[in-house]
């Protein structure tokens, strides 16, 4: 599989709020870090660097979540939106609001290394 580059990735989370209704993304926006973290140490971290100083992914062109996190403009708006569609370079992951709302929580309480 194709991996699209960490440039790319990030134009597409800045990007990503213009695709959800606010009313979708400000329910999302509040959810529960420690079960994102869990999450994301489950389904995520084959790829990602997911915990709070961990800078170098296991795949080099999947951008570390505190990366993710200190994009300028990132909003949980924009992660919500990112994580509710399907992308070619990453698995086909199906998740709940809650899981989207609780990963979005982890990933921004990294912002500036969390």
């Not at 599989?1 to 597409?12: T, V």
């Amino acid at each position: 599989m194709r991996q699209l580059p960490i440039a790319a990735f990030l134009a597409l989370l800045a990007a990503a709020p213009f695709a959800v209704p606010p009313s979708t993304a400000d329910a999302q926006e509040a959810g529960n870090k420690a079960r994102g973290l869990d999450l994301a140490l489950r389904v995520c971290a084959n790829c990602h660097a997911v915990a709070a100083g961990e800078t170098v992914s296991p795949v080099a062109a999947a951008p570390s979540f505190e990366d993710v996190a200190d994009t300028p403009g990132m909003t949980g708006m924009a992660l919500s939106a990112f994580l509710s569609t399907p992308h070619r370079t990453m698995p086909n992951l199906i998740l709940t609001p809650e899981e989207i709302g609780d990963v979005t929580a982890h990933i921004l309480s990294l912002k500036d290394g969390g």
